[in-house]
């Protein structure tokens, strides 16, 4: 089945670690995005990539960290200097930078 | 802030319509959609309207935009059970703009 797939699905991280979320994508999309979702708000982008090996910072992009090494996968990485990292994070695709963006079931984040 | 608004909660009863609206602010925008939410889960793409489209119609949804005013709305009708959900509503300019989403409630 074609779709985008997040890893995992929870995820718990002590204070000080990093920690890296998963994004793999089947339906040979150029372009992939790393939302945070916090309760109450709306959708915010931390980072996005319209092609391999390039990606630009969104609104909220301090403290986390992509990599865009191949077209079907775009790790996110939360540092230790993100000072507020729990939330829920979603990860979307798109055909190009100006298509349909079809979402993964997301990652829950929690600091303990 | 964010620049697309919506109302943040909706409570209809079961069999009647339900409208959710959504004001955004770049005239630019090339679609605009509208995502459901349900909890835990990842956004679905329920339906998008091109901006030189006035009306898209998909079975029990409606969408309408009003470019002059910038106001999108959803209607869905003979609301069901099945569709309490966050909807979302998001435009798309170089990225994606989303509101902060309407919780609709349907009370049987």
């Known amino acids: 089945d074609g779709g985008i797939t997040q890893s995992p699905k929870y995820l718990f991280r002590k204070e000080g670690q990093n920690v890296t979320l998963s994004c793999e994508q089947n339906?040979?999309?150029?372009?992939m995005y790393w939302y945070r979702q916090d309760p109450g708000q709306g959708l915010r982008l931390i980072y996005y990539s319209q092609i391999v090996n390039d990606f630009q910072k969104g609104d909220i992009a301090e403290g986390y960290s992509v990599s865009r090494e191949k077209k079907e996968s775009f790790p996110l990485t939360v540092t230790s200097a993100q000072k507020n990292p729990t939330a829920f994070y979603l990860c979307?695709?798109?055909?190009?930078?100006?298509?349909?963006?079809?979402f993964g079931q997301g990652t829950r984040l929690t600091v303990v | 802030g964010e620049d697309v608004e919506q109302s943040l909660f909706l409570s209809v009863r079961e069999g009647d319509s339900s409208v959710i609206n959504c004001t955004y602010t770049d005239s630019s925008s090339t679609y605009l959609y509208w995502y459901k939410q349900e909890p835990g889960a990842g956004l679905q793409l329920l339906t998008y309207i091109f901006s030189n489209m006035d009306m898209k119609q998909d079975q029990r949804l409606t969408v309408l935009l009003n470019k002059k005013d910038k106001h999108l709305s959803l209607r869905i009708a003979d609301t069901q059970t099945g569709d309490s959900a966050i909807y979302f509503c998001?435009?798309?300019?170089?990225?994606?703009?989303f509101g902060a989403g309407t919780r609709l409630t349907v009370k049987p």
């Open positions: 998001a435009e798309r300019m170089n990225d994606m703009r």
């Open positions: 979307a695709s798109s055909m190009t930078g100006y298509g349909v963006a079809f």
């Open positions: 339906l040979n999309h150029d372009a």
